[in-house]
Nanobody, 123 residues
């Protein structure tokens, strides 16, 4: 098992940027596919971005493609989600997750989750 702790959320104006961090402990991220999901009030959790276990491939939801970037720092054992050109509809709790699949965009495939960090984008 790997323990995940997110940070970096906050309040930002539309058009602004935030960088979320997800620090891992217990095991190295190199053993996992890593993903970011989000859940807005009254909505189901949705996929945002994922990076394959070997780090070579990245996948994005259409709604964030071109604006968000997922990356990992192997030395710091940390995964990041750089979010640019934020929109009010990006407001949600963002979760970092790890999966033993090579890659996945489906939340049931992830069995390690962080506690979430709130992102609020004002118009």
């Amino acid at each position: 098992q790997v323990q995940l702790v997110e940070s970096g959320g906050g309040l930002v104006q539309a058009g602004g940027s935030l960088r979320l961090s997800c620090a891992a402990s217990g095991r190295t991220f190199s053993s996992y596919c890593v993903g970011w999901f989000r859940q807005a009030p009254g909505k189901e959790r949705e996929f945002v971005a994922a990076q394959s276990r070997n780090g070579d491939s990245r996948y994005y939801a259409d709604s964030v493609k071109g604006r968000f970037t997922i990356s990992r720092d192997k030395v710091k054992n940390t995964v990041y989600l750089q979010m640019n050109s934020l929109k009010p509809e990006d407001t949600a709790v963002y979760y970092c997750a790890a999966s033993e699949y090579y890659y996945s965009t489906d939340s049931p495939d992830y069995n390690n989750w962080g506690q979430g960090t709130q992102v609020t984008v004002s118009s």
